[in-house]
T-cell receptor, first 112, second 115 residues
Framework: GQNIDQPTEMTATEGAIVQINCTYQ??????LFWYQQHAGEAPTFLSY????GLEEKGRFSSFLSRSKGYSYLLLKELQMKDSASYLC?????????????FGPGTRLSVLP | DTEVTQTPKHLVMGMTNKKSLKCEQH?????MYWYKQKAKKPPELMFV???????INESVPSRFSPECPNSSLLNLHLHALQPEDSALYLC??????????????FGSGTRLTVV
């Protein structure tokens, strides 16, 4: 199984940069995903990392270090619409098959 | 079509009612999932269907009964629910149970209230 941890809440200012961290403990690691979820809506896919390093996609970037069991999501030029929960999810394999488990999520509030 | 469609969007039901949640995708995905999400909590996996066969049941009470009539459809039949079952029920799909670089595609969910 997995043990995934994220900060519960974060606050940042419009136009700023924020980094949301995710730590995990698992065996059979097979990828880490970041999802954005606005209140009452479905999670939407943001990024995927399976190898170490940084993946950049517009204003959003995601980093992975497999040896440290660590990832972060970096949001640049924050906008009010970025206020949402950000979910880190880890995919791994065990004797029973594939698992895909969400972390507790980080609620980000962007202030004017 | 790159969407997962769930109906209804909202459902209020009594504890003696029988209702069904429906999920549909036409992306050719062969794995489909039901998740339950309580307020301010992450989604929790309930069931996994892979190639129309139930592959994972995460110890979900029998008052929840999944059904996969074909590779595009997934139902969740509800009977004799409890108020604590009130939650957002999310359907998701992926290319197969091994997943892909995009993880899962989620539907917009059904907001269920049990009274």
């Amino acid at each position: 199984g997995q043990n995934i941890d994220q900060p519960t809440e974060m606050t940042a200012t419009e136009g700023a940069i924020v980094q949301i961290n995710c730590t995990y403990q698992t065996s059979g690691f097979n990828g880490l995903f970041w999802y954005q979820q606005h209140a009452g809506e479905a999670p939407t896919f943001l990024s995927y990392n399976v190898l170490d390093g940084l993946e950049e996609k517009g204003r959003f970037s995601s980093f992975l270090s497999r040896s440290k069991g660590y990832s972060y999501l970096l949001l640049k030029e924050l906008q009010m619409k970025d206020s949402a929960s950000y979910l880190c999810a880890v995919r791994d394999w065990d004797n029973y098959g594939q698992n895909f488990v969400f972390g507790p999520g980080t609620r980000l509030s962007v202030l004017p | 079509d790159t969407e997962v469609t769930q109906t209804p969007k909202h459902l209020v039901m009594g504890m003696t009612n029988k209702k069904s949640l429906k999920c549909e995708q036409h992306m050719g995905h062969r794995a489909m999932y039901w998740y339950k999400q309580k307020a301010k909590k992450p989604p929790e996996l309930m069931f996994v269907y892979s190639y129309e066969k139930l592959s994972i049941n995460e110890s979900v009470p029998s008052r929840f009964s999944p059904e996969c009539p074909n590779s595009s459809l997934l139902n969740l039949h509800l009977h004799a629910l409890q108020p604590e079952d009130s939650a957002l029920y999310l359907c998701a799909s992926s290319q197969d149970e091994q997943g892909s670089n995009y993880g899962y595609t989620f539907g917009s969910g059904t907001r269920l209230t049990v009274v």
